[in-house]
């Protein structure tokens, strides 16, 4: 079975410093697609930064960047200089290449502190 | 604007008690998918849709039913509805139906509750 791991349920930083998210994924296939998504309080779902697997070069979008580790199926989510905008959950959500699937993770929940 | 709608976007009913949400979005996209999301479980699929006519079962579809008779439209059906299935529920779209590397586009969600 293929599952999506957050080991962090809740995690604060301080306005302005660096905070790195986990995420562990379990799949026997090669070819797949790694995604952040954030959710602020108002529900909505929106895209952070995505990865394709047979991409060894870690995707960067602004202030968010990820350290893709294929053979240690780990896919961290790192925020450089926090905003209060960024309190939000975050989720990490993975799909095999065909499988028309998408596996979330559980979310961390972040607080930036002011 | 490009976007999902979905309505309506709080409900609240009885065991039992026949329901549909709907789901449309205006971007032409092939893909459309609906979620479940659960504390501490994150969101869960139910069914998804590669392209009009062709649908296909999620993670946990029982207690649902979906149809994709036109392209923008993608209803969720509760033919029963159960306590166990008190949850926010998220429409997705996606611009292709043969690979999800696209973004999606998240609907507003609809909480639902069932007494």
């Known amino acids: 079975a293929q599952t999506v791991t957050q080991s962090q349920p809740e995690m604060s930083v301080q306005e302005a410093e660096t905070v790195t998210l986990s995420c562990t994924y379990d799949?026997?296939?090669?070819?797949?697609?790694l995604f952040w998504y954030k959710q602020p309080p108002s529900r909505q779902m929106i895209l952070v930064i995505r990865?394709?697997?047979?991409?060894?070069q870690n995707a960067t979008e602004n202030r968010f960047s990820v350290n893709f580790q294929k053979a240690a199926k780990s896919f961290s989510l790192k925020i450089s200089d926090s905003q209060l905008g960024d309190t939000a959950m975050y989720f990490c959500?993975?799909?095999?290449?065909?499988?028309?699937?998408?596996?979330f993770g559980s979310g961390t929940r972040l607080l930036v502190r002011p | 604007e490009a976007q999902v709608t979905q309505n309506p976007r709080y409900l609240i009913t009885v065991t039992g008690k026949k329901l549909t949400v709907t789901c449309s979005q205006n971007?032409?996209?092939?893909?459309m998918s609906w979620y479940r999301q659960d504390p501490g479980l994150g969101l869960r699929q139910i069914y998804y849709?590669?392209?009009?006519?062709?649908?296909d079962k999620g993670d946990v579809p029982e207690g649902y039913k979906v149809s994709r008779k036109e392209k923008r439209n993608f209803p969720l059906i509760l033919e029963s509805p159960s306590p166990n299935q008190t949850s926010l529920y998220f429409c997705?779209?996606?611009?292709?139906?043969?690979?999800?590397?696209?973004?999606?586009?998240f609907g507003p969600g609809t909480r639902l509750t069932v007494t």
């Open positions: 997705a779209s996606s611009p292709r139906g043969d690979s999800l590397f696209y973004e999606q586009y």
């Open positions: 799949t026997s296939e090669n070819n797949y697609y």
């Open positions: 990865q394709e697997a047979y991409k060894q």
């Open positions: 959500a993975f799909s095999v290449d065909s499988s028309y699937k998408l596996i």
């Open positions: 971007m032409n996209h092939e893909y």
């Open positions: 849709s590669m392209n009009v006519e062709v649908t």
